[in-house]
Each structure stands twice: as C-alpha cells, then as structure tokens.
C-alpha cells in the first residue's frame, strides 16, 4: 500500500491501494488530519491575487447543481458532503473561507478551487476520484500560479479527517 507524509506534521499515513487513484500527484503539501490541515492554512502567509479579468475572475455566480447538500451552521450549500463537512471542520478550528469564490484561467483552461481562506491566503481543494484530465489540469494550475499556496484535501484520507459512519461519497 502507497505512503504519503504529512507536510505538517511528518505522520506517514497508509493509504489503501484502492483508494490511490484519490491522492494529488502535482506535488503539493498532503495533510493528515483536520488539524494538520488548520495549522497548514495557519501557517500560509497572505498572498495578493490581483484580477486582471484575464487569468483571475471573481466567481459571483456560484451555482450548485442538483444534489447539493446544505449546512445549516455555515447557511450554505455545497457540491458534497465531503465539502460540507470539512468546511465545518475548518469553521470549528475558527478559520473563515469563501467558496468556489474564484475562476483561474490558464493554458485555454479555467480552475475553480474550492475553498479560499481570505485571513491566510490559501485554497484548497476537496478532492474525490480524479476524473480524466483533472491531474494534468492541476499539474498545469501549479505551474502558472506556482505562487498560490493549494493543499489537496484526498477523499482516501476522509477516515483520518471524519468519522466513517459520517461519511458517504456524493
């Protein structure tokens, strides 16, 4: 079974063959709890994203497709529940995000992370099985915007960030 080790805190964790193919493979840091996580985000010093309407854009039409699921302590909606409860795991350690609050354009292609974390300066995505082409389109976001910090948060680390009877994959 594949290893990763924790960016912040040098845990290496066991992931599950099966669950390989969820892992971010373009290079950035990997976190092994909620709480690696927090400090991570902590840890980020405050970046300046200038939008020049041609490679950043606000995202003020957020939309969530049939399916979405709510929270009623953050009194929004996201894409999964994977999302929902790692926003309000981040909530409960005090960090403040927007989400899906920017459209990154780069190489005829256009990224939306997840979450922003406007008091640090970071983003990070949840990420569930990658779907054809989305490594290579993560790989290229790292390489234009090498100066953003972006954690990937992987679905096969979801045990280590909630408990399993929390959890269903949507």
């Known amino acids: 079974m594949p290893k990763i080790k924790c960016s912040e805190c040098a845990n290496v964790c066991t992931i599950p063959t099966e669950e390989n193919k969820c892992l971010d493979r373009s290079g950035g ?3 092994c ?4 996580t927090a400090r991570w985000v902590k840890s980020q010093e405050r970046i300046n994203i200038t ?7 606000l ?25 929902l409860h790692f926003a309000e795991s981040m909530f409960d350690h ?3 995000f927007w989400y899906e609050p920017m459209i990154f354009v780069f190489g005829g292609k256009e990224y939306t992370p ?36 972006l954690l990937v948060v992987p679905w096969a680390n979801r045990e280590c960030y909630f408990p399993t009877n929390e959890m269903e994959e949507t």
Not at 33 to 36: D, L
């Open 51 to 57: 939008f020049d309407n041609q490679t950043v854009f």
């Open 94 to 96: 005090g960090l403040r």
């Open 114 to 149: 997840d979450f922003f974390f406007y008091d640090h300066g970071a983003f990070v995505e949840v990420k569930g099985a990658w779907q054809p082409g989305k490594r290579k389109k993560m790989n290229e976001f790292r390489r234009y915007f090498s100066h953003i910090p």
């Open 29 to 31: 840091p990997f976190c």
């Open 59 to 83: 995202n003020p039409d957020h939309e969530c497709p049939d399916g979405c699921v709510y929270s009623d302590r953050l009194d929004m909606t996201f894409k999964s529940n994977f999302e």
């Open 33 to 36: 709890s909620v709480e690696c």
